[in-house]
Nanobody, 120 residues
Framework: QVQLVDSGGGLRQAGGSVRLSCAGS????????MAWFRQAPGKEREFVAA????????YYADSVKGRFTISRDSAKNTVYLQMNSLKPEDTAVYYC?????????????WGQGTQVTVSS
């Protein structure tokens, strides 16, 4: 069983950047397709980005394509989400997840979430 710890969120201005981290423990995340999801206040959780087992294939929601980059460092057992050109609508709690089915079907293995707030 894998445990995930999300970190790196904070308050940013529109146009700024932030990098989120998802540290895995218990099992190596290199065995899994990994993803980030987000949940804004009053809205359902939605898919953001996915990274394949090999790390060589990525998939993004249209709303973040060209602005966000998902990556992984297998040596550190960590997945990252680099978020650039932030918009107020990116404000949400961001969660790391071990995917059930590529590219966006989650399992019940979630991080605890990290808050990103973007001010206009």
């Amino acid at each position: 069983q894998v445990q995930l710890v999300d970190s790196g969120g904070g308050l940013r201005q529109a146009g700024g950047s932030v990098r989120l981290s998802c540290a895995g423990s218990g099992r190596t995340i290199s065995s899994y397709n990994m993803a980030w999801f987000r949940q804004a206040p009053g809205k359902e959780r939605e898919f953001v980005a996915a990274n394949s087992v090999s790390g060589g294939v990525t998939y993004y929601a249209d709303s973040v394509k060209g602005r966000f980059t998902i990556s992984r460092d297998s040596a550190k057992n960590t997945v990252y989400l680099q978020m650039n050109s932030l918009k107020p609508e990116d404000t949400a709690v961001y969660y790391c997840n071990v995917l059930s089915t590529w590219p966006s079907t989650p399992t019940n293995y979630w991080g605890q979430g990290t808050q990103v707030t973007v001010s206009s």
